[in-house]
Structure formats: C-alpha cells, structure tokens
C-alpha cells in the first residue's frame, strides 16, 4: 500500500461523487486501497464509473458500521467526510466481479444525498475543508513525534500479531508512513474515521498515539512504552 499523488485542482474535483459506503475501511490522499466488488448495486456503479471516463468513486463510512468491511444500505446513515478515489486498475473476474485499485485523491463533505434512479447513492460534494491540505505536495511534519509513535508500534503490533520490516519504516518518508499505518492498523470505524478527519498528517499521528496508548492500557500493556 503505497502513497502516492495523483496531480489535480481543485476546480477539476467533482460537484457529484457515488458512493461505496464500507463499514470499517479507511482511504486516505495518497493510499491505494484493492476492492473486490461483487453486490449487483456496486457492480453497476462501477460500470457507470469507467464508462462515464471520470473513473472517482466516494469511500465513506455508515455511522455504527460493523468491522467486517461490509457495504451496507442505501438507508444507512453515512458519515459526512469521505475520501475520493480514483480508480487506478480494473479487472472483471469470470463470475461477473470487479477486482479494483483505488488511489485516494482528496476528502469531501457530503452535504447532501441526491435522488437518482441508480441502485446506488450519489452525494453532492464539498471540498473546501480539505482541499488545500490533500491537494498539495506532503512535507515532513512528525518529525518530533516519530520516535513517540515508532515506541508504541511495537508492542501494539505484537499485540495484534503484526509483522513489519521495522528498517523499512526507518526509510519510508513521513506522510506515507502515516497514511499506511492509518489504513492498516487494526482500529474501529470510529477510530478510523477519526483519522480520517484528522486535519494534517501531524495531528493524524498525535491521534494515533492517542489511540494506542488507550488499547495497549486495555490489554495491561501501558508499561512497555
């Protein structure tokens, strides 16, 4: 899972996004995140997505989603704030499935639900929270808490039964770091989405060590950090 921008303005983001509501998955500007869409709705709209040739998609989150990365119904609350992705690579499987990639690009704020025909749910979109923090080249900026994070990673992963390279991390630049840990540590939905609005990668990660430090003092692990 890379970090990786894909160069747009803002004028060019979209008034309108589909959205692929998906209980306990996290997309962040700059991740990739590989979907397997098989529900006949999701399949559709993603058929519409690469015929229209504005291949975005809205990644968003029901309110009290289960962590099991299910899509759920059209009258399920949504959070407001998503994140759309482009979709990068695109296969169809033999059973009528689509194997996707997709690139985050910037956070919205849905401010409403469209009626459409379509099976699936289409937001108006609002861009201006975020767009001048997700749109433009990411710099080092966690420098001074680096360590404090890299400190409670360990036991946390060993606690979750985690493998890393931990001299990979020591190479990997500061904003892709912490879009991958955002997208692959095991937190809930809320924790998720927490990060998710996280205005900068600094206060993503101050979250982060947060958030940690409350799960390893709910497994009696507080004291290896």
């Known amino acids: 899972m890379g970090d990786r921008r894909f160069s747009m303005t803002v004028d060019e983001l979209p ?9 306990g998955a996290l997309l962040l500007p700059g991740g990739e995140l590989p979907l397997n869409v098989f529900e006949p709705r999701y399949v559709r709209m993603i ?8 291949p975005y998609i809205g990644i968003i989150q029901p309110k009290g989603a289960c962590n099991c990365g299910c899509s759920c119904g059209n009258a399920t609350p949504l959070y407001e704030t998503g994140c759309m992705g482009k979709i990068t690579s695109f296969t169809e499987t033999t059973d009528g499935r689509y194997l996707i990639s997709v690139l985050g690009i910037c956070r919205f704020t849905m401010t409403r639900e469209m009626e459409t ?4 749910r289409i937001a108006r979109t609002r861009w201006d929270d975020f767009s001048d923090i997700d ?20 036991p946390f ?10 001299d990979k991390v020591d190479e990997i630049a500061d904003d892709k770091l912490m ?3 955002s997208m692959v540590c095991p937190f809930d939905p809320a924790e998720q989405q927490a ?9 993503r990660c101050e979250l982060m060590i947060t958030m940690i430090d409350f799960a390893l003092k709910s497994m009696g692990q507080s004291d290896q950090h």
């Open 157 to 166: 992963f060993e606690a979750h039964n985690m493998e890393i390279d931990w």
């Open 47 to 54: 058929k519409d997505v690469m015929a229209s040739r504005q």
């Open 135 to 154: 749109l433009q080249p990411c710099s080092s900026c966690i420098k001074k808490i680096k360590p404090d994070l890299i400190e409670r990673l360990h």
């Open 195 to 203: 990060l998710l609005e996280a205005p900068t990668q600094k206060k």
């Open 117 to 120: 025909a379509t099976p699936y």
């Open 179 to 181: 879009t991958c840990l």
């Open 15 to 23: 008034n309108t996004l589909p959205l692929f509501p998906l209980g």
